[in-house]
């Protein structure tokens, strides 16, 4: 079966994932990582759910086929759907909004502020994972239809930036004074300290960080852990490589050991 040496798989439409990326090298140090973004055609969030569908099926046939132990899903838009994707996977799949919706649960949280793509919201999957365990937790949401696209073209330009994080959740805060903020978009936490700036008061959830645990909790329980002392960071995008190197270095990776331009086929 799978081998504890292979790389473990992580999908994204485009950069985001590195956030996932850097909470995996912190809890699972020896693990190696094989990463595909599709910036070619990212913004997904802006899709049709057949389009995602097709365009991520591509993306786990390419990490099945350099032979991974398990994909995390850290596209939060792809994650919503983590149940139609799972049959055609021969390997486990860890969706990023199952394991962040399950935290606010075990946390207890009550009121909890979500900014997503506009795709994640539509599909509700948050609130309905959310409630389906506690009915009392309420979830206020606003998609954004521009901010993942601003942060995959690697264009950090601050005022643009902050103009939509402030558009986008003073919607928010005009429904519910809510203290939690989850950034249900693996692009948002590349920014967190605009999210910071703009408001000060929001305690933010970055749900890779819950992800990663997810990763963690499964290799443990399926004795897939790699023993190596330092594992390495295989990236590979439909897109430029340029933006890869740059945002791996803004959020202190290690690695990546290479990064490739593979088209998406
Ligand atoms: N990275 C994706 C997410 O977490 C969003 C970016 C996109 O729209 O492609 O939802």
Known sequence: MYQNAYPIGVLDSG???????????????GEDILYYGDSANCPYGNRSEDEIFALT?????FLESRQVKCVAIA????????????????FP???IVESSADYIVREKLKRVGLIATEFTVKTDVYNQR????????????????????LIDRGDFNQSAINEEITECVDVI??????EHL???????PIVSENFRACFPQLALIDPAEQQAESVKNLLVYRQLSNPQIRGKLTVCTSGETEVYEAVSKRLGLYGPASCE?????
């Open 75 to 90: 596209c939060n838009t792809i994650s919503t759907l983590t149940d139609r994707l799972r049959p055609h996977c021969p």
């Open 57 to 61: 099926l591509k993306m786990l046939r």
């Open 261 to 265: 331009a593979v088209p998406l086929e």
């Open 130 to 149: 959310v409630h389906a365990q506690d009915p009392d937790c309420e979830i206020i949401s606003k998609g954004s239809p521009n901010l993942a696209a």
């Open 93 to 95: 799949l860890i969706s």
């Open 15 to 29: 950069i985001g994932g590195l956030t996932v990326v850097r909470q995996l090298q912190r809890l699972l140090p």
């Open 182 to 188: 989850l950034l249900a978009c693996t692009h948002f």
């Open 173 to 178: 805060l005009a429904k519910a004074p809510v």
